[in-house]
């Protein structure tokens, strides 16, 4: 069965330092994968995606990026954290690549910037 | 891009009533889909409808789509407290874009 893994699950960051945040997906080959990120009490905002390695579409420019070095491995990234990216990232998974079906996400990263 | 909106904001019943969400949107779609989401949790898929259809059931959830009132509703029948989470609709073209969901209370 296929299985998804976000880590850290929490994540306490100074303003102006690097982030890693990691998801790999077991159990599936050339999975369609996304970051989003969620406000508090706010909807989901889809970051980035990627239909495979290497390949990666921006929805929103940001201070953010995202990195695909693997098939089953989706990393975003930052060089300088600001408040505003305070909030909860989900990675998630999709199996049909060209019709953009049911997706899997993960168990999320609670990110505070402060 | 587009996106779901789904209301109401928030939803407040008791257990064992019936619980109504909607969404609409503004494009044509291939599917719609609706998801639940748990308190600082991941989301989980509930339900897909394609464009071709009218209504779907799975257990308690019925959800209908109205392609030319660009709108669907997801209905939970005999709501209990664990139904009690935000609900997002999620408009299917590429990619999946979501709304900003549904938060249901069930109380006990």
């Known amino acids: 069965s296929q299985t998804i893994h976000q880590w850290p699950a929490t994540l306490v960051q100074p303003v102006g330092s690097p982030l890693s945040l990691e998801c790999t997906v077991e159990g599936t080959s050339n999975p369609n994968l996304y970051w989003y990120r969620q406000a508090a009490g706010r909807g989901l905002q889809l970051l980035f995606y990627?239909?495979?390695?290497?390949?990666i579409s921006s929805e929103v420019p940001q201070n953010l990026s995202a990195s695909r070095p693997q098939d089953r491995q989706f990393i975003l990234s930052s060089k300088k954290l600001l408040l505003s990216d305070s909030g909860f990232y989900l990675c998630?998974?999709?199996?049909?690549?060209?019709?953009?079906?049911?997706?899997?996400f993960g168990p999320g990263t609670r990110l505070t910037v402060l | 891009s587009q996106q779901g909106e789904e209301d109401p904001q928030a939803l407040s019943i008791q257990e064992g009533e019936n619980a109504t969400m909607n969404c609409s949107y503004k494009t044509s779609i291939n599917n719609l889909q609706w998801y639940r989401q748990n308190s600082g949790r991941g989301l989980v898929h509930l339900i897909l409808?394609?464009?071709?259809?009218r209504e779907k059931h799975s257990g308690r959830l019925r959800v209908t789509l109205d392609t030319s009132k660009k709108s669907s509703s997801l209905l939970i029948t005999a709501s209990r407290a664990a139904d009690t989470a935000s609900y997002f609709c999620?408009?299917?073209?590429?990619?999946?874009?979501f709304g900003k969901g549904t938060r249901l209370s069930v109380i006990a």
């Open positions: 409808i394609r464009s071709n259809e």
């Open positions: 990627s239909v495979g390695i290497g390949q």
């Open positions: 998630a998974w999709s199996a049909v690549a060209g019709v953009w079906g049911e997706q899997f």
């Open positions: 999620a408009t299917q073209n590429t990619p999946l874009v």
